[in-house]
T-cell receptor, first 113, second 108 residues
Framework: DVKVTQSSRYLVKRTGEKVFLECVQD?????MFWYRQDPGLGLRLIYF???????EKGDIPEGYSVSREKKERFSLILESASTNQTSMYLC????????????FGSGTRLTVV | KNQVEQSPQSLIILEGKNCTLQ??????????LRWYKQDTGRGPVSLTI?????NTKSNGRYTATLDADTKQSSLHITASQLSDSASYIC???????FGQGTELSVKP
C-alpha cells in the first residue's frame, strides 16, 4: 500500500512564525498535493507538484509556498503564519494518471495563535 | 462550471440501518469518480474508484453506483456500524473536484 506520511499530527505556532509542513510518500509517485480543509468549505487545493522542482498554484496559494527538492518529499511553507491559516492540512500523492492511485496522508491540524 | 455536489449535508441513522449518500457531478470531461471516508481528525481513505464504464463497485458493506447519463453517483452503506460515523467525500479525480462531503453519524 502507498503510504503518505505527514510529519506532525498537531502543531501550534505563533503568528508571524515560519512554519514547515512536511510530507513524504514511499511509492515513487510523480504528483503530490497540498490541501487545506475547513468546515463548510471542504478541501481546497493550495499547491501541487508533478515533478521534482516543479510546482503549480492551486486555488488558494496566497500566503503559502512549496518545495519539492526530492521526488518523495513535498513541503508546504507558511512564510509568516497568520491566525486565518489555522486549519487541517492534508497532503496527497498520485501516479502520473490520477486514476492509478490517489492517497492522502493523515493530516496536520495546525493552530496559529 | 465543474462542480461536485453532495447530499445530504449530514445524516443521522441508527446502528444496523442502511443509508444512501448522493453525489451529482458536472465535470467535463469526466475521468473517474471516487468516494472517500474521512474519520474525524484523519486524512481521507479511498473506498471506491469508478470510471464512466463502471456502474457499480463494492467494498465490503459499501457499494457505489455510477450513472454516467445522469451524472449521478451514490454510496450505499449496508447494516451500518458505529465505526461508519465519518465524513464521506465524493471526488471527480480527473480534475480533482471535491464535494463538500456528507457527515454521517451512526447512533446506537
Amino acid at each position: 500500500d502507498v503510504k503518505v506520511t505527514q510529519s506532525s499530527r498537531y502543531l501550534v505556532k505563533r503568528t508571524g512564525e515560519k512554519v514547515f509542513l512536511e510530507c513524504v510518500q514511499d511509492m515513487d509517485h510523480e504528483n503530490m498535493f497540498w490541501y487545506r480543509q475547513d468546515p463548510g468549505l471542504g478541501l481546497r487545493l493550495i499547491y501541487f507538484s508533478y515533478d521534482v522542482k516543479m510546482k503549480e498554484k492551486g486555488d488558494i496559494p496566497e500566503g503559502y509556498s512549496v518545495s519539492r527538492e526530492k521526488k518523495e518529499r513535498f513541503s508546504l511553507i507558511l512564510e509568516s503564519a497568520s491566525t486565518n491559516q489555522t486549519s487541517m492540512y492534508l497532503c496527497a500523492s498520485s501516479e502520473e494518471q490520477h486514476y492509478y492511485g490517489y492517497t492522502f496522508g493523515s493530516g496536520t491540524r495546525l493552530t496559529v495563535v | 462550471k465543474n462542480q461536485v455536489e453532495q447530499s445530504p449535508q449530514s445524516l443521522i441513522i441508527l446502528e444496523g440501518k442502511n443509508c444512501t449518500l448522493q453525489c451529482n457531478y458536472t465535470v467535463s470531461p469526466f475521468s473517474n469518480l471516487r468516494w472517500y471516508k474521512q474519520d474525524t481528525g484523519r486524512g481521507p481513505v479511498s473506498l471506491t474508484i469508478m470510471t464512466f464504464s463502471e456502474n457499480t463497485k463494492s467494498n465490503g458493506r459499501y457499494t457505489a453506483t455510477l450513472d454516467a447519463d445522469t451524472k449521478q453517483s451514490s454510496l450505499h452503506i449496508t447494516a451500518s456500524q458505529l465505526s461508519d460515523s465519518a465524513s464521506y467525500i465524493c471526488v471527480e479525480a480527473g480534475k480533482l473536484i471535491f464535494g463538500q462531503g456528507t457527515e454521517l453519524s451512526v447512533k446506537p
